[in-house]
């Protein structure tokens, strides 16, 4: 079981134009079988540390699946990335940046730290809408639309969910 | 007095009508440009717009009767065929089960049909990176959810913000040019005000002689111009003129005062005066006070004070009256007074006041022509003229003599007060009649031309 999983791991992190059409499934699966759900690591890190998630992705390190943060400290005026371990749920440090107070004043952030609309509340919203598993969550501006753009797995492939961070609510994608 | 250029300098641009006639310029064709640029919006885009929602509500409404009449399998097949048929049109349904059709989510601030609303979709663009797009849509409930029909033109949306960018930037350009423009157009009249402005602040400091300059365009400054000038010479004149009547008081009176306060004197030296004496100072009063009495009454005719009767007057009849009334001063001068009625003339007029100036300009004529002459008082349709057979008063003098107190130097030495004329000129001025003179070597006639 265990040797199968990593197999499948390394498969989904170095897919192949071959095993396009396999990716979804294998990364469904590799998801599935992580000891630590995507929904739980964000609530672990939003326990732990003080700020507010910007990003959410996963990736292999080693050929372990690992989930990928962004918090952003406000009062520390810092921007952090971490990286959990999805098995052993180990988190460590991978950069520490200074953000400046300017950026910080920018709409961007500004609705981040001031609208309520969290991450974990963006995915909620997201998986309301297309129930599907988390695979990438990150803050973006676009057209003066500040939003999360969420992918999340189906079981027709991936699909793309935008959470205006304004209205709190999805603002619809075509497909 | 309050003055302008007194002011500091902000408080002069503000008070300056150059800003505010620029701005006022600018603001007009600021609001000529909006006014066409949003008419061309609106009549192209505007059209555009409406078409549009007039295809959304088209299609709501077959979905809608669509939906009362077939079950909700038929409705949701019919639901995605529409979704894709065409890119353009957005529809979404809203089931228990999640949502159908080309959008992934129903935005739940789009108003009910036929209301419109605008909201954000990201979607597929002919620019890569536009990918958000604002689309304008409608809602109806059907009995298998809520749905929301959008038409989607990302061409459309494009050309609105190139448009728009296009309509401001002809905005800015407009309120620039319009600046410009405004102010060198503005500067260029202030200009020329100031020119005027310049002067007539001269003019106020005493300097009587400055003018105007007047350019060669004849437009409405150089009437301003003119008037302006035309104005400084009658006020120049009318100086003078007070000057000229200061001057002649000083002179006219003081002979008599000093002649009677040489006889006061003389009386003294005697001891005593008798009638006669008596009579002859009382002479010199006389003149003095009949001077300052006709200059009254010019004054008071002048300025309109005491009612005139006006009446018709025959001016025959008005001759004959002089010449029976100057008769015996003519013959003490042996010259023969004639009247020649070529037509009579009648006039609305005051008889008393005509009859004073035509025996002025009679006991003129008797005065100044020579002994033994011949004067004549012609009546036609139109004027009186008295003509006699002497000298005349010079051309350059002819202005002159209508001033109150002037006196021809070579008439100094005979009897008058110099005011004769100037009634002759106010009276003629109430009757609205002008004054000419015709003057040949023994001929000098004195005509009254009255309006017809």
């Not at chain 1, 500040?146 to 999340?152: G, M, N, P």
């Not at chain 2, 979905?63 to 409705?75: D, M, P, Q, R, V």
């Not at chain 2, 008071?300 to 009849?317: A, H, R, V």
């Not at chain 2, 001068?333 to 008393?352: A, D, F, K, P, Y």
């Amino acid at each position: 079981m265990r040797l199968l999983k990593e197999v499948i791991l390394g498969l989904f992190l170095v897919s192949t134009a071959a095993l396009a059409g396999q990716d979804d499934v294998i990364a469904r699966l590799a998801i599935e079988n992580a000891k630590i759900k995507p929904e739980e690591a964000i609530q672990k890190i939003t326990d732990k540390y003080p700020g507010y998630l910007s990003e959410f992705g996963i990736d292999d390190e080693d050929g372990a699946m690992v989930y990928e943060f962004t918090v952003v400290d406000s009062r520390e005026g810092v921007e952090l990335e971490l990286i959990m371990d999805a098995e052993s749920g180990k988190i460590w440090l991978d950069e520490k940046d200074r953000i400046s107070s300017n950026k910080l004043k920018t709409r961007k952030y500004q609705l981040l730290m001031n609208s309520g609309v969290t991450l974990q509340k963006a995915v909620e919203e997201a998986i309301k809408v297309v129930p599907g598993v988390l695979m990438e969550a990150e803050l973006e501006q676009e057209k003066g639309i500040v939003f999360f753009e969420i992918e999340l797995l189906t079981d027709k492939g991936e699909r793309k969910v935008i959470v205006d961070l304004q209205s709190g609510k999805p603002i619809p994608v075509t497909r | 007095m309050y003055s302008v250029s007194r002011l500091n300098p902000l408080a002069r641009l503000r008070a300056s009508s150059l800003v505010r006639y620029t701005l006022i310029h600018t603001a007009i064709v600021i609001v000529l440009c909006g006014s066409a640029l949003w008419l061309v919006k609106d009549f192209s885009l505007g059209f555009y717009q409406k078409r549009q929602d007039h295809f959304v509500l088209e299609q709501l409404n077959s979905l809608s009767s669509l939906a009362k009449n077939s079950s909700e399998y038929e409705f949701r097949e019919a639901v995605d065929q529409l979704a894709e048929d065409s890119r353009q049109v957005l529809v979404v349904l809203k089931t228990p089960d999640g949502y159908l059709g080309n959008l992934n989510y129903l935005p739940e601030t789009v108003p009910v049909a036929p209301a419109m609303g605008s909201f954000w979709i990201l979607g597929d663009s002919v620019l890569g990176d536009e990918r958000f797009q604002r689309v304008r849509g409608s809602r109806i409930n059907t009995p298998w959810g809520p749905m929301v029909v959008a038409y989607n033109s990302s061409d459309f949306n494009l050309f609105v913000s190139r448009f728009t960018l296009a309509l401001y930037s002809a905005m800015i350009l407009v309120l620039l040019v319009g600046l410009v423009t405004g102010f060198l157009f503005s500067r260029k009249v202030m200009a020329r005000l100031h020119s005027i402005n310049q002067v007539t602040a001269k003019v106020g400091e005493g300097e009587l002689a400055a003018r105007v300059p007047v350019s060669k365009k004849g437009d409405e400054f150089d009437e301003l111009a003119g008037h302006i000038n035309h104005m400084l010479e009658q006020i120049e004149d009318s100086v003078e003129a007070i000057g000229s009547v200061t001057s002649s008081i000083a002179h006219d009176l003081r002979t008599p005062l000093s002649r009677l306060r040489i006889r006061l004197d003389g009386f003294l030296r005697k001891g005593g005066a008798d009638a006669e004496d008596i009579i002859e100072a009382q002479a010199e009063l006389e003149t003095i006070l009949h001077t300052f009495n006709a200059m009254l009454e010019l004054t008071k005719l002048e300025y309109g004070q005491g009612n005139l009767e006006f009446s018709n007057c025959n001016l025959d009849e008005i001759g004959t009256e002089v010449i029976e009334l100057a008769e015996p001063l003519a013959e003490e001068r042996e010259q023969s007074l004639m009247l020649e009625v070529q037509e009579t003339l009648v006039i609305n007029g005051n008889h008393q006041l005509l009859f004073r100036i035509l025996f002025n300009l009679v006991e003129n004529a008797i005065k100044y022509a020579p002994e033994d002459s011949e004067i004549k008082i012609v009546v036609d349709r139109t004027s009186v003229s008295v003509i006699d057979q002497g000298r005349g008063i010079p051309d350059s003098e002819q202005e002159k003599v209508f001033q109150r107190l002037y006196r021809l130097d070579e008439s100094r030495t005979t009897p008058g007060h110099g005011l004769g004329l100037s009634l002759v000129k106010v009276v003629a001025d109430l009757h609205g009649a002008i004054i000419s003179f015709d003057r040949n070597d023994h001929r000098f006639a004195v005509k009254l031309t009255f309006p017809s």
